[in-house]
């Protein structure tokens, strides 16, 4: 049996979020996907867009909730289900503001941070998957942090995210391991 691994890129589905912070997720995962998969994304019913390819033996199914952030859950229960996933064979890539712009952890299970979408995911899900936390800064005031997460990339942070996605792309055998972990110093370097 082939082992089966779900790539997940949080975010907000419309155009209006497709460059804003809080959609680090979508974007990390478009760059990958791009890199490897034979198809582009396609929606299936209006829970997820999808696209899929065999790496090194393994299928890998990148998805991107259509859900919007806040109940992503939902679309990451329904893919689990649909294609018979452990929650363990999950990768979620998303934003975090607690952690400095351009600065990149993964970790496996742990707690949400407050983060919506993981909270729905934990919620549903279970909290046994591995998280790629893209660090987006945190702004100088609290009242500021929706305006800040639902705002845009500069040009000078976007090149920055660039990057981590060419190391991403560029190490996918060790992103589609059993420890995802060590990607960590390569982009943090």
């Known amino acids: 049996m082939v082992e089966c691994l779900l790539i997940v890129g949080l975010g907000n589905p419309g155009s209006e ?12 995962i478009e760059a990958i996907a791009e ?6 994304f396609k ?5 997820a867009e999808i ?11 990148f998805a991107k909730p259509q859900t919007f952030m806040n109940v992503s859950g939902r679309a990451i229960r329904f893919l689990i289900d649909f294609y018979k996933i452990p929650v363990s064979k999950v990768i979620v890539f998303h934003d975090d503001i607690d952690l400095p712009f351009g600065r990149v952890k993964i970790k496996k299970g742990g707690g ?23 660090g987006i800064g945190r702004p100088a005031e609290k009242s500021m942090i929706v305006s800040y997460v639902l705002g845009n990339f500069s040009e000078e942070e976007s090149e920055k995210l660039n990057d981590i996605k060419k190391i991403i792309s560029e190490n996918l055998s060790i992103l589609f391991s059993n420890d995802p972990k060590k990607l960590e110093s390569l982009i943090n370097s």
């Open 112 to 134: 949400n941070g407050g983060h919506n979408g993981l909270k729905s995911i934990d919620n549903l899900a279970g909290n046994d998957y591995w998280r790629v936390r893209i």
């Open 17 to 28: 979020y497709k460059n804003n912070r809080h959609n680090v997720g979508f974007q990390m």
């Open 43 to 47: 929606k299936i019913s209006k829970i």
């Open 51 to 61: 696209s899929s390819c065999f790496y090194e033996k393994k299928k890998i199914i």
């Open 35 to 40: 890199s490897v998969a034979s198809d582009f």
